[in-house]
C-alpha cells in the first residue's frame, strides 16, 4: 500500500509542479517536438501513476476478500489509531485523497472512452461531409466554395485537406505549396489523434490544469511542428507569406495552418538552427522527460524497499 501512496503523490506533485514548469520551457517553441514529448510524457505519467496506484489497491483488497471480518476489524483499528495517532490528521487527509483517486480513475475511464467516441464520430462526419460537398483535386485536396481564405486539415477515411476557393484565390503555387505541405505533416504525423486523446482526457478531468494546459499546449507545438516540415521543404518564405494570407479563422475543432498567431510563429522561424536557444530547450524537455519517465519507477523501487515511506 506504501508504494500505491508514494505513486499518488507523485502524480499530485506532476498536477501542480509540470504546467508552470513546462510552459516556460516551451514559450519559445525553440524545440517543438521536444515540447510535445514533455506534456504527452507528464499527462501520461500521471494517468498511468494512477491506474497502476488504483490496481495495487485493488488487488490488496482483493487478496483479503476471502475474510470479510477481518477486513472490517482491520479498517476499524486502522481507524482508531489514526485518531488516536498524533499524525493522524495527515494520515486521514492521505487516506481520503487515496479514496478521492481511487473514485475518480473508477469513473474516469467510461467517460473518457464515450468522449472520444463523440470526437471521432464528429471529426469523420465531417470530413465525408467536406468530402461531398467540395470537389478533389489531383493534388489530392478538396476544394470547397467559401468567402474566406482557409485550409485545414479533418482526419477520416480517408482525411482530407480542404482549402476554399478563396484560399486558392489568394495565394501563389509557392505559398499554396507550403501551406499543403504544413497540413500534410499533420495527417502524417496524426497529429489530430494526439489532440483528440488529449481534448479527450481535459473534458473527463476539466479541473487539473495539466490537462487543460496540455491540450491547449501541444496544439500550438504541433502547429510549429507542421510548420517546420513545411519550412525545410518549401522555405520559411513561402510558408509565412501564406500563413499571412491565411490568417483568418477555421472552423473550430480542426487543424487550421493560421491556428495559432502568425507573428509568434514568423518569429521562431526566423530563429537560426544552430541557435544555441534550441540546444538548450532541447537539453531541458529532454532532462525533464527523463526525470517523468524514471521517477514513478525510482519512488515505486525507493517505497518498496522500504527506503522511501508514504505512509498507510
Same mark, same amino acid.
Given at each position: 500500500?506504501?508504494?500505491?501512496?508514494?505513486?499518488?503523490? #507523485?502524480?499530485?506533485?506532476?498536477?501542480?509542479?509540470?504546467?508552470?514548469?513546462?510552459?516556460?520551457?516551451?514559450?519559445?517553441?525553440?524545440a517543438?517536438?521536444?515540447?510535445v514529448?514533455?506534456?504527452?510524457?507528464?499527462?501520461?505519467?500521471?494517468?498511468?501513476?494512477w491506474?497502476?496506484?488504483?490496481?495495487?489497491?485493488?488487488?490488496?483488497?482483493?487478496?483479503?476478500?476471502? #475474510?470479510?471480518?477481518?477486513?472490517?476489524?482491520? @479498517?476499524?483499528?486502522?481507524?482508531?489509531?489514526?485518531?488516536?495517532?498524533?499524525?493522524g490528521?495527515?494520515?486521514?487527509?492521505?487516506?481520503?485523497?487515496?479514496?478521492?483517486?481511487?473514485?475518480?480513475?473508477?469513473?474516469?475511464?467510461?467517460?473518457?472512452?464515450?468522449?472520444?467516441?463523440?470526437?471521432?464520430?464528429?471529426?469523420?462526419?465531417?470530413?465525408?461531409?467536406?468530402?461531398?460537398?467540395?470537389?478533389?483535386?489531383?493534388?489530392? #485536396?478538396?476544394?470547397?466554395?467559401?468567402?474566406?481564405?482557409?485550409? #485545414? @486539415?479533418?482526419?477520416?477515411?480517408?482525411?482530407?485537406i480542404?482549402?476554399?476557393?478563396?484560399?486558392?484565390?489568394?495565394?501563389?503555387?509557392?505559398?499554396?505549396?507550403?501551406?499543403?505541405a504544413?497540413?500534410?505533416?499533420?495527417?502524417?504525423?496524426?497529429?489530430?489523434l494526439?489532440?483528440?486523446?488529449?481534448?479527450?482526457?481535459?473534458?473527463?478531468?476539466?479541473?487539473?490544469t495539466?490537462?487543460r494546459?496540455?491540450?491547449?499546449?501541444?496544439?500550438?507545438?504541433?502547429?510549429?511542428?507542421?510548420?517546420?516540415?513545411?519550412?525545410?521543404?518549401?522555405g520559411?518564405?513561402?510558408?509565412?507569406?501564406?500563413?499571412?494570407?491565411? @490568417?483568418?479563422?477555421?472552423?473550430?475543432?480542426?487543424?487550421?495552418?493560421?491556428?495559432?498567431?502568425?507573428?509568434?510563429?514568423?518569429?521562431?522561424?526566423?530563429?537560426?538552427?544552430?541557435?544555441?536557444?534550441?540546444?538548450?530547450?532541447?537539453?531541458?524537455?529532454?532532462s525533464?522527460?527523463?526525470?517523468?519517465?524514471?521517477?514513478?519507477?525510482?519512488i515505486?523501487?525507493?517505497?518498496?524497499?522500504?527506503?522511501?515511506?508514504?505512509?498507510?
Amino acid at each position: 500500500m506504501s508504494v500505491a501512496v508514494c505513486l499518488l503523490l #507523485y502524480s499530485l506533485t506532476t498536477l501542480f509542479a509540470g504546467p508552470p514548469l513546462l510552459r516556460e520551457l516551451t514559450r519559445y517553441g525553440h524545440a517543438p517536438r521536444f515540447g510535445v514529448a514533455a506534456w504527452l510524457t507528464a499527462i501520461g505519467s500521471v494517468l498511468l501513476t494512477w491506474l497502476v496506484a488504483v490496481g495495487m489497491i485493488v488487488v490488496g483488497v482483493a487478496s483479503r476478500w476471502n #475474510y470479510p471480518r477481518v477486513v472490517a476489524a482491520s @479498517c476499524l483499528a486502522r481507524l482508531r489509531g489514526v485518531v488516536t495517532d498524533n499524525a493522524g490528521a495527515a494520515k486521514m487527509v492521505l487516506a481520503a485523497i487515496v479514496a478521492a483517486l481511487v473514485l475518480l480513475v473508477a469513473s474516469a475511464g467510461v467517460r473518457l472512452a464515450r468522449t472520444l467516441w463523440r470526437m471521432r464520430t464528429r471529426t469523420h462526419e465531417h470530413a465525408e461531409a467536406v468530402r461531398l460537398v467540395g470537389h478533389r483535386t489531383a493534388d489530392a #485536396y478538396v476544394v470547397v466554395e467559401a468567402e474566406e481564405p482557409a485550409a #485545414y @486539415c479533418v482526419p477520416g477515411r480517408p482525411p482530407a485537406i480542404v482549402v476554399t476557393s478563396a484560399a486558392l484565390a489568394a495565394l501563389d503555387d509557392d505559398e499554396l505549396a507550403a501551406v499543403l505541405a504544413h497540413e500534410r505533416a499533420h495527417l502524417t504525423g496524426h497529429h489530430s489523434l494526439v489532440l483528440t486523446m488529449l481534448r479527450g482526457v481535459a473534458a473527463v478531468f476539466p479541473k487539473f490544469t495539466l490537462m487543460r494546459d496540455g491540450a491547449t499546449q501541444v496544439a500550438r507545438l504541433l502547429e510549429m511542428c507542421a510548420d517546420d516540415a513545411s519550412a525545410r521543404r518549401h522555405g520559411s518564405g513561402a510558408l509565412l507569406s501564406g500563413l499571412i494570407t491565411m @490568417c483568418r479563422a477555421a472552423p473550430a475543432g480542426v487543424l487550421a495552418a493560421s491556428e495559432v498567431a502568425v507573428l509568434a510563429r514568423a518569429e521562431r522561424l526566423s530563429v537560426p538552427t544552430g541557435d544555441p536557444a534550441i540546444a538548450r530547450a532541447r537539453a531541458a524537455l529532454t532532462s525533464v522527460v527523463a526525470v517523468m519517465v524514471a521517477g514513478p519507477f525510482m519512488i515505486g523501487a525507493l517505497a518498496a524497499s522500504g527506503v522511501l515511506l508514504c505512509g498507510m
